[in-house]
């Protein structure tokens, strides 16, 4: 089973209107952490947001929040008030386990963002 | 301060050559990764270094594959014998410590192997 699902390959939104990228994750260990990452075309993986499991307030920096359903298992990325700039690739990722083990991420096959004018 | 910076960018090369990809983490951080994401997908993990030992190896496909970072700070990633299916991009990351921290990832080296 995927670990990490992102159902939509793209999406599209109008300037300055918000815009909601899914993703749902598998996972058995009650310790996790999730992250969003932004893919511009020049390749680089750029840091967004992170929830942890335990976390009890969903995650917000600057434009982006992350709405956590945890019984859903599902960490949407919401970006309001959507610029040109946002238009990338988009990475959901997370990482399993507590102490030494939880370094490794396990990442989506990412959602196509395009922002209209 | 400076990110984490890969050289070279791209790379052309011939099937059943060697190349090696260079990653420079962010100064200070002691854990470096790499990762490969093919063409539509997300990246993979390869391998993690904590220091100068590698922690965790088993991402890498097969024996043509080899990473070191002799010094704890810049690590190479090596690769024998290219195939055309390595085609893809390395990317690299580096976070303060491993457990629990942020990954910050370079822009990758595109590899091209023809």
């Known amino acids: 089973a995927q670990k990490i699902t992102q159902t939509q390959p793209g999406m599209f939104v109008q300037e300055k209107e918000a815009v909601t990228l899914d993703c749902t994750y598998d996972?058995?260990?009650?310790?996790?952490?999730l992250f969003w990452y932004k893919q511009p075309s020049s390749g680089e993986m750029i840091f967004l947001i992170y929830?942890?499991?335990?976390?009890?307030q969903n995650a917000t920096e600057g434009r982006y929040s992350l709405n956590f359903q945890k019984a859903r298992k599902s960490a949407n990325l919401v970006i309001s008030a959507s610029q040109l700039g946002d238009s990338a690739m988009y990475f959901c990722?997370?990482?399993?386990?507590?102490?030494?083990?939880?370094?490794?991420?396990?990442f989506g096959k990412g959602t196509l963002l395009t922002v209209n004018p | 301060g400076a990110g984490v910076s890969q050289t070279p960018s791209n790379k052309v090369t011939e099937k059943g050559k060697y190349v090696e990809l260079r990653c420079d983490p962010i100064?200070?951080?002691?854990?470096l990764y790499w990762y490969r994401q093919s063409l539509g997908q997300g990246p993979e993990f390869l391998i993690y270094?904590?220091?100068?030992?590698?922690?965790?190896d088993s991402g890498l496909p097969n024996d043509r594959f080899f990473a070191v970072r002799p010094e704890g700070s810049v690590s190479t990633l090596k690769i024998q014998r290219t195939e055309r299916g390595d085609s893809a991009v390395y990317l690299c990351?580096?976070?303060?410590?491993?457990?629990?921290?942020?990954?910050?990832f370079g822009p990758g080296t595109r590899l091209l192997v023809l």
């Open positions: 990351a580096s976070s303060l410590t491993a457990t629990g921290e942020t990954q910050y």
């Open positions: 990722a997370m990482r399993e386990g507590r102490g030494g083990s939880n370094y490794k991420l396990t």
């Open positions: 270094f904590q220091g100068t030992g590698a922690a965790d």
């Open positions: 100064s200070g951080h002691t854990a």
């Open positions: 929830q942890g499991s335990y976390d009890q």
């Open positions: 996972t058995s260990d009650p310790s996790y952490g």
